[in-house]
């Protein structure tokens, strides 16, 4: 019975033919139920367009470029544009009528969706970003004036002689254009909010930028590279653009307050016989024709005060100066000052003038008296700017910080005074390097335990003459002078002091400095026979004094380098400089062609300047003897 059964089962079976195994009727169906619809899907997707993966644009495709690449592709492309001039890269005009930072102020006020398609705006800026949606919409964001807009450009809306399309394809970060559009304020699906907009017809390239510039993201923060590329750093970081407006501001202010009390601005030579004015190592350069050694000046304060003899009873000077020092995060090798000279004034009276001018300046950039400076290491100082200031005695704060009694006034130019600062010295533990000058060991003491506790505006006062050679005798106290140093955050800020106008005690001191000089401080003044000379015609009694621009920079920008508040500071020279990096007319194959109307005569003279050439003097005459060591030729084709 069961062998029946099983064969009864087998009977029923139907053979599938795809697998060859016997199964059911109703399972043989099924299967080739499945295997038809799988069939008609095979054939619906052969019958489909084949997909294709979605394009990058342009600027994603370049954004994987190296900026070496970037840059080699971008000059050729600019190049071709300088051919076909369509459009010209480089075009001589744009008329801008409206400045952005009065757009933002005046638009601000437009409603969502609300558009002022009869008012023209035409602005310049830089590109800082370009967003695509299709390819009949762009946004840029817009940089110009320190502000930023956006700029929303639609296929419809665009005028002018080049397509919608070819005005934007050449167009990438860094770029800088020419905006011709309406005010408005957009209306986005996903906010309640829109942004307000310059809602362009037109787009200009005015200039390309053939470099890759740092994504707003990352941002351009690498130290170095800030200083050695300023321009970069002010495309990139608004805090460096704020810095130089701030130092403008102030430059300013310091201006109109003098011009106000009737001083006449003035300018001195760069360039002295002697180095004077100041104690300080200068810079030797060399005049060729009078074959003389000169010196980059260190102060103009000589110059000035043989203004004042002169008639000129109140001048001042903002210029550069010129140190042949350390580089640090204070100094700089030419760095600006102020200096003012007033007739009929003294050092008390410009005491009362620097708290003027100074917390008049923090008020004028700030609006206030309080700022807050960081130090290198991360010490913060809340420092208050009003008036009036707090005064320190130079020599009974120095007895009080060192617990020992200093030899008289008159008596602190002495040997015996240097072998008691030397003592010193070594008991408070303070290191003087050579020369050890009575100077230079007084001003090391100051610089430890007062100028340490100088954190408001504070003037140190009661100096030794020795260290003041242009300062006058102090009236009361023998062998001091009446000069005062203002400082802030332990730096100093000021210095000032009533002038020596007798001419028997200025060479006394200068004679003094020249030994010091023979001791060995390369910083010691020379004896400068004109501006003795000038004494002897008269100096009234005169009040002098000068700032340091930069260092106030400084403090009321919150930046501890001098580095930060300079456009451009001193640097080493780079490594390879130049070498690695092709200009882009190398890049694009130009090559320098001669300029038109040059004579053959002028260019064999000038063959001559190019050569290696040895000029001797015979005498005083015109005459000159030549000899060339290797004649050059040039070449007309």
Avoid at 391 to 400: D, G, N, V, Y
Wanted: net charge neutral; proline share 5%; hydrophobic share 30%.
């Amino acid at each position: 019975m069961a062998e029946q059964a099983s064969a009864d089962q087998l009977s029923n079976l139907h053979l599938d033919e795809v697998t060859g195994e016997k199964v059911s009727k109703s399972e043989l169906k099924k299967r080739q139920k499945q295997r038809q619809a799988e069939e008609k899907k095979r054939e619906k997707a052969a019958a489909a367009p084949s997909k294709t993966e979605k394009q990058q644009s342009a600027e994603e495709e370049e954004s994987n470029l190296t900026p070496n690449q970037y840059y080699a592709i971008r000059c050729k492309k600019i190049q071709k544009l300088r051919q076909s001039k369509s459009p010209n890269p480089y075009p001589h005009k744009f008329r801008v009528t409206t400045d952005l930072r009065d757009f933002l102020r005046e638009y601000s006020s437009l409603k969502t969706g609300e558009h002022l398609k009869d008012v023209e705006v035409r602005i310049g800026g830089r590109i800082y970003t370009k967003r695509s949606s299709g390819t009949k919409l762009r946004f840029y964001d817009i940089r110009a004036e320190g502000v930023k807009v956006q700029v929303m450009c639609q296929l419809q809306e665009a005028i002018g002689d080049i397509p919608f399309e070819q005005q934007h394809e050449h167009l990438r970060r860094g770029d800088i254009v020419g905006i011709v559009g309406y005010p408005g304020r957009t209306s986005p699906r996903n906010r309640p909010e829109g942004e307000l907009s310059i809602f362009a017809k037109e787009v200009i390239l005015l200039t390309p930028c053939l470099h890759q510039i740092p994504s707003e993201h990352y941002g351009f923060k690498d130290q170095e590279q800030r200083y050695r590329q300023r321009y970069l750093d002010l495309i990139m970081n608004d805090n460096s653009r704020n810095v130089f407006i701030t130092r403008s501001k102030m430059i300013s202010y310091i201006r109109r307050f003098f011009d106000e009390k009737d001083f006449v601005e003035v300018e001195t030579p760069m360039m002295n016989a002697i180095a004077g004015g100041a104690t300080a190592k200068p810079f030797i350069t060399h005049h060729n024709e009078l074959n003389m050694n000169l010196f980059m000046r260190v102060a103009p304060e000589l110059y000035l005060k043989m203004l004042i003899v002169g008639g000129l009873e109140r001048v001042y000077e903002l210029g550069r100066q010129f140190r042949n020092e350390g580089i640090d995060l204070t100094h700089n090798p030419e760095f600006t000052t102020c200096e003012f000279y007033m007739a009929y004034a003294d050092v008390y009276d410009i005491m009362d003038i620097t708290e003027d001018l100074v917390s008049g300046v923090v008020k004028h950039v700030t609006g206030g008296y309080q700022t807050t400076f960081h130090t290198q290491t991360g010490e913060v100082c809340n420092v208050n700017w009003e008036k009036p200031w707090k005064r320190i005695e130079m020599l009974p704060a120095l007895e009080k910080a060192c617990g020992e009694k200093f030899p008289p006034g008159e008596e602190l130019h002495t040997e015996a005074t240097n072998d008691f600062l030397k003592r010193l010295l070594k008991k408070m533990k303070v290191d003087c390097s050579p020369p050890q000058t009575n100077a230079r060991m007084l001003d090391k003491l100051v610089g430890e335990f007062i100028e340490e506790d100088c954190i408001n505006p504070t003037f140190i006062t009661g100096h030794p003459q020795m260290m003041s050679p242009l300062a006058k005798y102090h009236r009361d106290c023998p062998g001091l002078c009446e000069r005062f140093e203002a400082f802030v955050c332990k730096k100093e800020i000021v210095n000032a002091y009533t002038e020596l106008n007798d001419p028997f005690d200025q060479r006394l001191r200068f004679e003094e400095q020249a030994r010091q000089k023979d001791q060995g401080d390369d910083e010691a003044q020379l004896v400068d026979e004109n501006f003795c000379t000038s004494l002897e015609f008269g100096l009234p009694p005169t009040g002098g004094w000068g700032m340091g621009i930069d260092r106030l920079v400084m403090f009321l920008t919150d930046h501890y380098s001098i580095k930060e508040v300079l456009a451009f500071p001193f640097m080493k020279e780079e490594v390879n400089q130049g070498k690695e990096r092709k200009t882009a007319a190398e890049v694009v194959g130009i090559k320098p062609e001669p300029e038109e109307g040059i004579r053959k005569s002028t260019i064999r003279t000038a063959s001559l300047k190019l050569c290696s050439q040895t000029v001797q003097r015979t005498n005083r005459s015109s005459r000159t003897k030549l000899i060339v060591n290797a004649p050059a030729t040039f070449h007309m084709s």
